[in-house]
């Protein structure tokens, strides 16, 4: 970014290491203090702690028996008297339907289905970022690593990251906000969004969205500063996290095709040397990556989610993972999603499908009524960051999950630093109102943390009323 449009008071959006390490200690404690007696053991889906020990010693594959049979990608090999042998999963067992790895599918006669011998190798489907960075931990405490610590650390260096973009935007003159509304924001991000309560579970699903608003925070960090070669290994990390931030790359290809909210001139060598330096470490952590896919499930494109539950999720099988079909269920979920209230105790009752992401934090209602937007570097950054949130978003919109079992929306965490910075853009001060809303966010958030997989009786499993 050009730095002719800094205020002239930028020294005002400095911030000394006493005043970072607060905010580290002080989001760590709040972490720590909703995350209760869940830090004194680890949690019950420790699956990147499984998969740490597998790279520790060199393979894909889980070693030993899983601790239970939730989210674990299943192939089981069938060895047949012919001597043949087949890896995959039963489309249907009762007809002898077996789909191997390829996607074809077999028919076994029933004395062949019958003598059949069956193996089985357990993986780790989700991406593996915050495995690698569990292993040095495993390494010295082993399997009975503590991924809840893990990720109440993460979250509060999350809040750090945000402190230092929302500081960023205010030096590159982006907001004129105070540092006092800025603290609003921060507490905003942090404490009254999806980010409070999925940061105090530990658990596969939570863990991986805390890791990937670490690297996504860095990834906007570094567009901004337009060091390109950071934010291709911020972008990389993060896809190697949370599968949906590969999308994310729509905001590093607004920098490099429209710097300044302008057309780049493909004759500006500075445009080529960006954007090389940018893809390097995308394409090789890409590569890794659909090696690995490869190497476990013989298509590279296939990271294992058609494995889950051995294959025998109706809704993947008829559909996919992604598809038009989910389409108004995740609209639902992620707008009109809300609570049933009762006239007797417990008085509110959530869906494990979430809430509305509107009613569990209203300040993104704001959005909908932008502030000016002051030259055209301004411009470019509100087009770029709501384009890169709806590529994000649309990618969550047609999976075959609306984010079940959570409180509220969680797949608002993959854009989230995007949003942020849409809230703190072009704004001079906060109203009391906006201040309301961030206040309920905290609060519900809050109420989400205490509750959420602990307070069984204020849920249920259920999606609209008949």
């Known amino acids: 970014m050009s730095h002719s449009d800094q205020p002239a008071d930028a020294t005002a959006y400095r911030s000394s290491w006493s005043v970072t390490a607060a905010i580290f200690i002080l989001s760590l404690l709040v972490f720590g203090a909703f995350a209760g007696g869940r830090l004194r053991q ?15 010693h060199g393979t894909l594959e889980v070693r030993g028996a899983p601790p239970h049979g939730n989210d674990w990608a299943t192939v089981e090999t069938l060895h047949l008297r012919s001597g043949q042998e087949l890896k995959g999963f039963w489309w249907n067992k009762g007809q002898r339907k077996f789909m191997d790895l390829r996607g074809r599918l077999y028919v076994l006669d029933a004395a062949e289905a019958r ?8 993986y780790v489907s989700f991406p593996p970022m915050p495995a690698v960075l569990m292993m040095p931990f495993v390494a010295v405490w082993g399997m009975a690593f503590n991924d809840v610590l893990f990720t109440v650390a993460m979250a509060a260096l999350n809040v750090v990251l945000a402190w230092g973009l929302l500081l960023q935007l205010g030096r590159l003159g982006h907001t ?29 699903w939570f863990t991986a969205l805390v890791v990937g608003v670490t690297f ?12 390109f070669f950071w934010a291709g290994v911020a972008l990389a990390c993060g896809f190697a996290a949370r599968t949906p931030l590969l999308y994310a790359a729509v905001f590093a290809a ?20 960006d954007g090389l330096l940018f893809a390097a470490a995308p394409l090789v952590v890409g590569l890794l990556l659909m090696a690995a896919n490869q190497a476990r499930f013989e298509r590279l494109g296939e990271f294992g989610h ?25 609209l639902a979920a992620m707008f009109a999603l809300l609570p049933k209230l009762q006239p007797e105790a417990p008085y509110i009752i959530v869906s494990k499908h979430g809430l509305a992401i509107w ?26 960051a709501w384009a890169t949130i709806a590529a994000i978003a649309t990618s969550h919109l047609f999976y075959q999950n609306t984010g079940w079992e959570q409180f509220g929306y969680r797949f608002q965490m993959d854009y989230l630093p995007f949003l942020l910075v849409l809230l703190a853009q072009g704004r001079d001060r906060l109203s009391w109102l906006f201040k309301l809303a961030i206040i309920w ?25 008949e």
Do not use: M
């Open 441 to 465: 966010g905290i609060a519900a958030n809050a109420f989400g943390a205490v509750t959420f997989k602990r307070a069984g009786r204020f849920y249920d499993n259920w999606f609209f009323e």
């Open 42 to 56: 680890q949690s019950t889906d420790p699956h990147f702690v499984y998969l740490a020990d597998s790279y520790l």
């Open 359 to 384: 009613l569990t934090t209203p300040a993104f209602l704001y959005l909908l009524w932008p502030t000016a937007r002051e030259g055209a570097e301004n411009r470019w950054l509100h087009r770029a």
């Open 254 to 273: 607004a920098a490099l095709f429209f710097p300044a909210g302008r057309l780049a001139s493909l004759r500006d060598r500075r445009f080529w040397r």
């Open 176 to 204: 004129r906000l105070s540092r006092g509304d800025l603290g609003w924001l921060l507490a905003l991000f942090g404490f009254g969004t999806a980010h409070l309560w999925c940061s105090v579970l530990g658990q596969v």
């Open 115 to 122: 003598t059949a011998k069956s193996t089985f190798a357990n």
């Open 306 to 330: 058609t494995y889950l539950a051995n294959g025998q999720l109706d809704r993947i099988k008829q559909w996919g993972l992604f598809n038009y079909h989910f389409l108004s269920r995740n």
């Open 216 to 227: 996504n925070l860095f990834y906007v960090r570094a567009i901004l500063a337009r060091r």
